[in-house]
């Protein structure tokens, strides 16, 4: 019996498998640490500032966030601020035993959750990126924040004003830095960030117009 066929076929298979997940390790291995550094229009630290990184292949890489909610706890929103990727639904549960009715105006996702105590059935879907902004007819001084994005690299800077970001893939992206005190519905800072194949790749943001 002539077993060559069979190895041949073998490897075209398992061969083809092979090179196809060495290409998949290079591709992994192809990705640096983004570290951005922000500060207010004086030089000064700033601390809660979003940065996220923007492509079409990042774009291409969003999932929802599962169990996100953002609370009313002692008539205000908790977190007041928060960041989700693109397609993710939260929950708005009122844990105060005063009824709130929180609304949003904002373009990304208008809504409305009709005076209501304990937590709405039905979760609010963010489908859209861009800043919502949601107040509360009820109680004036209740502003929340939530910000959508189209990636799946973004986080918030600490107190010393910088943003750390691990594993970020190899390219060229857009670098946009929101805070929740740049005008209402002024649009999130950005400028070009190309990040190698290994290392790191540092930038600065200064964002002048903060509101006090
Ligand atoms: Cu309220």
């Known amino acids: 019996m002539n077993t060559r066929p069979v190895l041949a076929q073998w490897l075209l298979v398992h061969g083809c498998v092979l090179v196809g997940w060495m290409a998949t390790m290079a591709g992994l291995a192809q990705a640096a640490s983004v570290q951005v550094d922000l500060t207010d229009a004086a030089g000064k630290p700033l601390a809660d500032a979003v940065v996220f990184l ?32 693109v397609g993710t639904e939260v929950l708005f549960p009122n844990r105060d035993t005063v009824r709130h009715h929180v609304y949003s105006f904002s373009p990304t996702k208008k809504f409305e959750l009709k005076l209501y105590t304990g937590t709405p059935s039905k979760p609010v879907l963010f489908d859209q990126a861009g800043v919502v902004v949601l107040g509360c007819n009820i109680h004036d001084q209740m502003t929340g924040w939530i910000l959508v994005v189209d990636t799946p690299y973004y986080a918030s800077s600490s107190a010393t004003g910088r943003v750390l970001l691990d594993n970020v893939p190899a390219g060229s992206y857009k670098l946009r830095a929101w805070h929740n005190r740049l005008p209402v519905g002024a649009p999130a800072l950005e400028q070009a960030l190309t990040v190698p194949a290994t290392g790191v790749a540092s930038a600065s943001v200064r964002m002048a117009g903060l509101q006090p």
């Open 54 to 85: 923007e492509s079409a292949e990042a774009k291409r890489l969003v999932k929802p966030q599962p169990g996100v909610e953002m609370a009313q706890e002692k008539r205000q929103f908790a977190p007041v601020m928060m960041v989700i990727p």
